[in-house]
C-alpha cells in the first residue's frame, strides 16, 4: 500500500462503542479503586459503556516472573484471558486511559472496518509512535511500530501468538516491558501493528500520565510531519 486511500465508511444505524468489540478489558489493581471510580468510570460514561460492560482485571503478580515488569505480567494475564475467552476483537484499557478532543465513535469504526482486508495483530488507538516515519493507509489508520498500550485492539487470529511471545519474552529478558515488546522489531509483533490516524485515547488523570501523553503529541507531530513531508 504505497498511496492513502481515500474512503468513506457508513456507520451502522445505532453503532455504540461497546458494539465494536466483543470485550472489553480494563486493567486495574484492586488497590486502584480512587482511580477507577475518578478515572475509569468517567471515561466510560463518555464512552457510553456501562461498568457492568466491562472486564476489571487486577493485572497479576510481578513475582510470577523473575525481574517482571508489573505492567507486562498485567498484559500477559489479560492475554491468557483473551484466548481462553476465545475473543475475537477485545479492547484492552489501561486505568489511565483518557479520551482526546480528537476521539468519535466515527473514526474508531472507520479504523477497524479499514483493517477488515489487511493482516493486523493490533490496533493502537493513541500511542507513541516509534517508526521513522509512519505508514499512511487511508484517512483512519496508519501502520507503524508504537509504545504505550493504554488502549489496544488485538486481533483474535493473534493472540495465542502475541501471548507466546510475550511469555518467551518475560522468561527470557529480565525487567522486558509491553513497550519493547510491541515496538522493537525482534519481538516480531510490529510489523503487523496499526495505529488510528488520529489519536484518539491517550493518558490522564495523574502527573506521570500526562507527561506520557505530552511525550506521544510530541512524537505524533514529528513523525506525521515526516509522512506528510514524502
Not at 466491562?54 to 515488569?69: L, T
Not at 521513522?132 to 498500550?149: G, Q, R, S, V
Request: overall charge positive; glycine content about 6%.
Amino acid at each position: 500500500l504505497g498511496m492513502s486511500l481515500k474512503i468513506k465508511i457508513m456507520m451502522k444505524e445505532n453503532t455504540k462503542f461497546g458494539d465494536l468489540f466483543d470485550a472489553i478489558i480494563c486493567i486495574c489493581m484492586d488497590s486502584e479503586e480512587e482511580t477507577w471510580q475518578n478515572q475509569c468510570l468517567p471515561q466510560f460514561e463518555k464512552l457510553n459503556i456501562k461498568e457492568t460492560d466491562v472486564i476489571r482485571h487486577p493485572g497479576g503478580n510481578p513475582n510470577d516472573f523473575k525481574n517482571a515488569h508489573g505492567c507486562c505480567v498485567a498484559h500477559y494475564n489479560v492475554l491468557r484471558l483473551c484466548k481462553e475467552k476465545q475473543f475475537k476483537r477485545p479492547l484492552i484499557l489501561e486505568s489511565d486511559f483518557e479520551l482526546t478532543h480528537k476521539f468519535s465513535l466515527e473514526k474508531i469504526q472507520n479504523a477497524i472496518t479499514s483493517l477488515e482486508n489487511l493482516d493486523w495483530n493490533i490496533l493502537s488507538l493513541g500511542g507513541k509512535i516509534k517508526s521513522w516515519k509512519p505508514e499512511l493507509i487511508n484517512d483512519y489508520i496508519i501502520k507503524t511500530a508504537f509504545e504505550y498500550t493504554h488502549a489496544i485492539v488485538y486481533n483474535g487470529i493473534y493472540i495465542d501468538e502475541i501471548l507466546g511471545i510475550v511469555e518467551n519474552s518475560l522468561r527470557r529478558t529480565p525487567g522486558v516491558n509491553i513497550d519493547k515488546i510491541y515496538s522493537r522489531y525482534r519481538f516480531r509483533i510490529v510489523d503487523k501493528c496499526y495505529m488510528t490516524k488520529d489519536l484518539c485515547i491517550l493518558q490522564g488523570g495523574n502527573n506521570g500520565s500526562y507527561k506520557r501523553s505530552g511525550r506521544a503529541l510530541k512524537a505524533y507531530k514529528i513523525k506525521m510531519r515526516r509522512m506528510n513531508d514524502e
